[in-house]
């Protein structure tokens, strides 16, 4: 579905853009893509809206997955990546789940500023951004996803998330199509 509206307090959401992982040989050039996450942050944060930075910092337990342990990561893996120009206002998340949302308290930080929406970016789409756009959408929100500016590793997960998924979960767009819409409400 194409993005009709976003809601006056709407939140960005960016998934994973961190040193440890943007190295990584993704499908789409990541220089694009962070360079779409940067405009997103930036046109936010001028109109007032809360941005959510969020890093990896492990995995959930599981039988299929063992999770690596935070001093076996690199020097600066985590660090999210200079050109997202974090400011002090921005909400950072460390998660180590698929998803923001699922251990970490990013729904009632988003609830306790009235976000009753939120655009989604980042990687990997059908992974980290993937899930995190479900459990915003189980959690109430308005879920709207910014498909330019987001990329996988795997061209048939990140495919797979755009035309199956994404359509079920909210309404998607280019970051074009949200920087307008932004500017058009003049929040």
């Known amino acids: 579905m194409a993005i009709t509206t ?3 307090k709407t939140a960005l959401i960016v998934v994973d853009l961190q040193k440890g992982i943007v190295g990584s040989p993704f499908t789409h050039a990541i220089g694009e893509v962070v360079e779409r996450a940067r405009s997103l942050a930036a046109t936010f944060r001028r109109h007032g809206l809360p941005v959510v930075l969020v890093n990896v910092a492990g995995a959930a337990p599981g039988r299929t997955e063992r999770p690596p342990r ?15 120009d974090q400011q002090p206002g ?9 998803g923001a949302f699922a251990s970490t308290d990013l729904e009632a930080r988003m609830k306790a500023l009235d976000v009753t929406q939120v655009v989604v970016t980042g990687v990997a789409t059908g992974t980290g951004v993937e899930a995190t756009a479900r459990q915003a959408y189980e959690q109430g929100f308005n879920v709207t996803l910014a498909i330019d500016a987001m990329t996988d590793m795997r061209p048939a997960a990140h495919d797979y998330s755009i035309v199956n998924v994404f359509p079920r979960l909210g309404e998607t ?13 003049g929040a």
């Open 90 to 98: 921005d909400i950072v998340v460390t998660k180590r789940t698929w």
């Open 6 to 8: 976003l809601d006056p």
């Open 70 to 84: 935070i001093d076996m990561f690199p020097e600066g893996w985590t660090d999210l990546i200079p050109e997202l």
């Open 173 to 185: 767009g280019t970051t074009r199509d949200i920087l307008d819409r932004l500017d058009q409400r």
